[in-house]
């Protein structure tokens, strides 16, 4: 089936920091105009849709609200329907904690005062924290994660993320959490395909994430790509037990893959009818 949605991760594959991936805006304007529906999916927490906005405009590539999905959405989404009225202890930065309470979930600050528990990325994380944390959910009280992350992009090197947060909390307890949302969760993965609305074999997926870009696609049934102008370089492909369907040096190369999908169903179509799309027209 054809590509009429184009499922983007943010930083590493369309822009580092506040700086554009070179190739990235001109790639993301033959988009536009080609009339392809877009996703921007990200899963840093700390930052809603309206930050991503302007991000992305200063990066020179338009984008809408209404086309960005984040972790803190995966999380709002998956907390109204599992803990929609519990106490919730949230070790995680302000911005995150905002999204939530917006979303008319509570936040406690005494952890004595916890039902469920929320962990995210905190770049102020320390000992102290991890002891509330521990004291909030030691007695088997369930907690969630926003997403997988274990490093991110920073200006100059990678540093931890949300991941590398929940595995400290788990190493100090005694029970798993009962889910890490972002991608490629399925909580993810819904409000992705409700966002961009077209069907999951209609949608390309792009990142520079293997377990989790890669993986939400293949999950949904989406094509996949990865590039390498973030977290991921052609080893690490070759040793993955996921597989994209195509790996790209830069977003430039997005449109070989457009091409390459659009003439395979091109090719299909002669399959089936014995006639050619241009025999038709």
């Known amino acids: ?30 988009l536009r105009d080609a009339g392809f529906d877009v996703c921007f999916c990200s899963n840093n927490p700390t930052k809603g849709p309206a930050a991503y906005v302007d991000r992305l405009d200063a990066a020179g590539i338009d984008a809408d609200e209404t086309e960005v999905v984040t972790a803190a959405d995966s999380t709002v989404a998956y907390l109204r329907e599992h803990h929609p009225d519990d106490a919730l202890y949230v070790l995680g930065e302000s911005g995150f904690v905002e999204q939530l309470e917006a979303a008319g979930l509570t ?9 469920a528990g929320v962990i995210s990325v905190d770049r102020e994380f320390d000992y102290d924290d991890l002891s509330r944390a521990l004291w909030a959910l030691e007695d088997g ?18 540093v931890p993320g949300s991941g590398a947060v929940i595995n400290a909390v788990r190493g100090v307890l005694d029970h798993d959490p009962e889910a ?6 399925a909580a993810a993965r819904e409000l992705v395909l409700d966002r961009i609305g077209r069907p999951a074999e209609e949608c390309l997926v792009v990142g520079d994430r293997l377990d989790t870009d890669v993986a939400l696609g293949a999950d949904a049934g989406m094509t996949t790509a990865v590039v390498l102008t973030g977290v991921t370089d052609r080893a690490d492909v070759a040793d ?38 241009a025999d038709d027209r």
Do not use: C, N, Q, W
């Not at 936040?107 to 039902?115: F, I, K, P, S």
């Not at 994209?244 to 659009?262: G, I, N, Q, T, W």
């Open 180 to 185: 890490v949302l972002g991608k490629p969760s």
């Open 141 to 158: 009280t369930p907690y969630v994660g926003s997403d997988p992350d274990r490093v991110i992009p920073g200006s100059d090197a990678f």
């Open 107 to 115: 936040v406690v600050d005494d952890h004595a005062d916890a039902e």
């Open 240 to 277: 993955s037990s996921y597989d994209p369907d195509y790996v790209l040096d830069d977003l430039s190369e997005l449109d070989r893959v457009l091409d390459a999908e659009a003439a395979a169903d091109a090719g299909a179509d002669r399959s089936l009818d014995g006639s050619s799309v």
């Open 1 to 30: 089936m054809v590509i009429r949605g184009v499922v983007l991760d943010v930083d590493g594959t369309v822009v580092r920091g506040r700086d554009p991936i070179p190739g990235a805006p001109a790639a993301m304007g033959r």
